[in-house]
């Protein structure tokens, strides 16, 4: 039965991640979400239910448009599986619980906000709004111990990135700052300042590897979102142990 339910939590993962990558595309050019239906941004042929099953249709197309051949980006079958993969994680640690409906909110909006990060270089305002109510009901119905650990880590987030900001001279983006808000309120004071270090040391293993292998050519910047989301999330599961194994080694 329990095989059941992770397939289910699974599945459901990919259907929504297939949403998000709609999500993440159209909200930063304030497109709806809804209308028009998905069609290939090359040809405009709008797609059927055969081009929108997740990952498989991708799989099966050879990632390509079924009419004109423009190619599909991997990263969409790609934030597909990894929105599944996460919430069957997190139903397997959490099971169903206040707490699972929190961490699947966090994977979603991580997701969301990656596929924009990656598309546009941006974190949209409108999707963290959207998140900051459902994630604060969460936290209230799921509360951190002390309860209001969610409330300081929530303002040193924002202090710190924006502090860095200041201080880098917009070397952080607005909706970073933002970001962290959310951030802090689910994981807490100590997680979310782990959450920082993290996503810096992930994004400066990122940036040596992109400048190697890029040919010595335009210095376009790299989006610190995913160094950002991949950090959370491993702090979310893994931020306590992460904390105690630091500190046993003093
Ligand atoms: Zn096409």
């Given at each position: 039965?329990?095989m059941?339910?992770?397939?289910?939590?699974?599945l459901f993962?990919l259907?929504?991640g297939?949403?998000?990558?709609?999500?993440?595309?159209r909200v930063?050019?304030?497109?709806?979400?809804?209308s028009?239906p998905?069609?290939c941004t090359?040809?405009?042929r709008q797609l059927?239910?055969?081009?929108?099953?997740p990952?498989?249709s991708?799989?099966?197309l050879?990632?390509?448009?079924r009419s004109c051949?423009?190619?599909i980006?991997?990263?969409?079958?790609?934030?597909?599986?990894?929105t599944?993969l996460?919430f069957a994680?997190?139903y397997?640690r959490?099971?169903f619980?206040?707490e699972?409906?929190?961490a699947?909110?966090?994977?979603?909006?991580?997701?969301i906000l990656?596929?924009?990060?990656?598309a546009?270089?941006?974190?949209p305002d409108?999707?963290l709004?959207f998140?900051l109510p459902l994630?604060?009901?969460g936290?209230?119905m799921?509360p951190?111990?002390?309860w209001?650990d969610?409330l300081?880590?929530?303002?040193?987030g924002f202090g710190i990135?924006?502090l860095i900001?200041?201080?880098?001279?917009?070397?952080?983006g607005?909706?970073d700052?933002?970001?962290?808000?959310?951030?802090g309120?689910?994981l807490?004071t100590?997680?979310?300042?782990l959450?920082l270090?993290?996503a810096?040391?992930?994004?400066?293993i990122?940036?040596?590897v992109?400048?190697?292998?890029r040919?010595?050519?335009r210095?376009?910047?790299?989006?610190?979102?995913?160094?950002?989301?991949?950090?959370?999330?491993l702090?979310y599961f893994?931020g306590?142990a992460?904390?105690?194994w630091?500190?046993?080694?003093?």
């Amino acid at each position: 039965m329990e095989m059941a339910y992770t397939v289910t939590v699974f599945l459901f993962g990919l259907v929504l991640g297939s949403f998000f990558n709609v999500v993440g595309l159209r909200v930063p050019l304030k497109e709806s979400i809804v209308s028009p239906p998905s069609h290939c941004t090359n040809c405009k042929r709008q797609l059927t239910a055969l081009d929108l099953v997740p990952v498989l249709s991708y799989v099966c197309l050879g990632g390509k448009c079924r009419s004109c051949g423009q190619k599909i980006s991997w990263i969409y079958p790609l934030m597909e599986l990894i929105t599944a993969l996460l919430f069957a994680f997190a139903y397997w640690r959490l099971g169903f619980s206040v707490e699972f409906v929190v961490a699947m909110l966090l994977i979603s909006l991580l997701v969301i906000l990656v596929v924009s990060d990656l598309a546009y270089m941006l974190i949209p305002d409108k999707v963290l709004i959207f998140f900051l109510p459902l994630l604060l009901v969460g936290r209230v119905m799921s509360p951190l111990t002390p309860w209001w650990d969610s409330l300081v880590g929530a303002v040193v987030g924002f202090g710190i990135l924006y502090l860095i900001a200041v201080l880098s001279r917009g070397g952080m983006g607005g909706g970073d700052i933002k970001l962290f808000f959310l951030l802090g309120l689910v994981l807490g004071t100590l997680n979310t300042l782990l959450t920082l270090f993290v996503a810096a040391s992930i994004g400066m293993i990122v940036g040596i590897v992109v400048l190697r292998l890029r040919q010595q050519g335009r210095k376009t910047p790299i989006p610190f979102g995913p160094s950002i989301a991949l950090a959370a999330i491993l702090v979310y599961f893994f931020g306590d142990a992460m904390i105690d194994w630091y500190v046993g080694l003093w």
